[in-house]
Nanobody, 127 residues
Framework: QVRLQESGGGVTQAGGSLRLACEAS????????MAWFRHPPGKEREFVAA????????YYTESVEGRFTISRDNGKNTLYLQMNNLRPEDTAVYYC????????????????????WGQGTQVTVSS
């Protein structure tokens, strides 16, 4: 299974920006659909964004649409999440996840479909 390592979390004020990165190793990155999930304090883990392995379709949860951008650089085996106009409610531990050949919207947004996870990176947004 591919191994994942997130970086780029931190503390910022509302309206600020952060870019998360997730470096993959131990597998053919090109065949993996990738996603970001987050675990806000006191809440369940939730889907944030996903990008498919083949044609790079992207999907977002409604609350981040227009503010966050998911992308991938297959040459660097790295997934990104550019987060702009951050809000206090974006505060969470952010995880990247991977699953080979995963497709269809319903499966890409479901955490149970992913077999590989990073250790998480904390994002804190102050008001």
């Amino acid at each position: 299974q591919v191994r994942l390592q997130e970086s780029g979390g931190g503390v910022t004020q509302a309206g600020g920006s952060l870019r998360l990165a997730c470096e993959a190793s131990g597998g053919d990155f090109n065949k993996y659909s990738m996603a970001w999930f987050r675990h806000p304090p006191g809440k369940e883990r939730e889907f944030v964004a996903a990008i498919s392995w083949n044609i790079g379709n992207t999907y977002y949860t409604e609350s981040v649409e227009g503010r966050f951008t998911i992308s991938r650089d297959n040459g660097k085996n790295t997934l990104y999440l550019q987060m702009n106009n951050l809000r206090p409610e974006d505060t969470a531990v952010y995880y990247c996840a991977a699953r080979a050949y995963l497709s269809s919207y319903g499966r890409l947004i479901a955490d149970k479909e992913y077999g590989s996870w990073g250790q998480g990176t904390q994002v804190t947004v102050s008001s």
